[in-house]
């Protein structure tokens, strides 16, 4: 079983932080590529900030100076810090992420986790 799970979404006030985790669990080699997005009720789901295999980033415009994406590859984690957070940040939010196997041969996967929720309110 190969599975991206998320954690450490909750409420929060104005002006909090939070950490989030992506871990990839499974008969996998590593975590190649990985990206957080988000989806509020009602609305598209939008990316947040992606980091590629070399730890390249980059970020949503909206996001950017308040969220940081990293990675430990050791542990095959994915973590988005989320500092200033305001109540527009309210979401659920997904790991996505390519991942290798020497079962799959040279070929990654992609998975989506099933989302942490984020709730910002006074």
């Known amino acids: 079983q190969v599975q991206l799970v998320e954690s450490g979404g909750g409420s929060v006030q104005p002006g909090g932080s939070l950490r989030l985790s992506c871990v990839a669990s499974?008969?996998?080699?590593?975590?190649?590529?990985a990206s957080w997005h988000r989806q509020a009720p009602g609305e598209q789901r939008e990316l947040v900030a992606h980091?590629?295999?070399?730890?390249?980033?980059n970020y949503a415009d909206s996001m950017k100076g308040r969220f940081t994406i990293s990675r430990d590859n050791a542990k095959n984690t994915v973590y988005l810090q989320l500092n200033s957070l305001k109540p527009e940040d309210t979401a659920v939010y997904y790991c996505?992420?390519?991942?290798?196997?020497?079962?799959?041969?040279?070929?990654?996967?992609?998975?989506w986790g099933r989302g942490t929720q984020v709730t910002v309110s006074s």
């Open positions: 499974g008969d996998i080699f590593s975590i190649y590529t």
């Open positions: 996505y992420a390519e991942l290798s196997s020497a079962n799959w041969g040279i070929r990654r996967r992609s998975y």
């Open positions: 980091i590629n295999s070399a730890g390249k980033i």
